[in-house]
């Protein structure tokens, strides 16, 4: 008899968001300063935005067509300090800490709209305590469609104790009729504590 299979088995699963739980929110501040640096109206980029989102989120443009489309749009703004900049303002928030003491509890998922080149330094060293990453730029699908989600049911080891983290409640809707339980992360952190497992 395998008791370290069955331990396994009885672990909750745990589904992360990233941008706003685990890793800072660029947007919209990066936004933000793009227009004051560049001099560009802030309406006028937020509406690129809107118009690139399914594109960049999805992968299907590479990352280097979205900074190529990005310099067409707005010819004042300098790529490499755009680049630098974006990445700076991805960093990791005390909640990535948890993870390996979660990953003792849950089957720790990571669920993202957003892209692999811009998070996956920050999501390296702690890898190998994950049991599933999906990323929207490499699966074709966006929160809050609801094939994100089965893409991420299909690594759970049963669909009971589920506990899904977004900080959007948005993204909800879809996760809920798939049976799980939903936890709304706030600015704060304050969400940390209200995960319970074991």
């Not at 370290?4 to 501040?29: H, I, R």
């Not at 443009?61 to 630098?84: G, R, S």
């Not at 979660?102 to 993202?112: D, E, F, G, L, Y």
Request: charged share 25%; net charge negative; aromatic share 12%.
């Amino acid at each position: 008899m395998d008791n370290g299979g069955d331990k396994m088995q009885l672990k909750q699963e745990l589904v992360l968001d990233l941008a706003g739980v685990l890793v800072t929110n660029f947007s919209p501040l990066y936004w933000r300063y793009l227009s004051t640096t560049f001099n560009i109206s802030y309406s006028e980029l937020t509406s690129f935005k809107k118009e690139i989102r399914e594109q960049l989120w999805t992968g299907k443009i590479p990352e280097i067509e979205f900074w190529t489309k990005l310099k067409q749009n707005f010819p004042t703004i300098d790529q490499e300090e755009a680049k630098e900049t974006l990445r700076s303002y991805i960093k990791p928030l005390p909640s990535l800490e948890r993870i390996p003491f979660w990953s003792q509890h849950a089957n720790i998922h990571i669920v993202s709209n957003h892209r692999i080149e811009w998070i996956n330094h920050i999501i390296a060293p702690i890898q190998h305590h994950l049991k599933s990453m999906t990323i929207s730029s490499e699966i074709g699908f966006c929160k809050p469609q609801v094939d994100i989600y089965l893409e991420v049911q299909n690594y759970f080891h049963h669909n009971h104790h589920v506990l899904f983290v977004d900080d959007q409640e948005k993204n909800f809707d879809e996760a809920r009729k798939l049976g799980w339980n939903t936890l709304l992360a706030d600015v704060d952190g304050k969400w940390v504590r209200k995960v319970k497992l074991g």
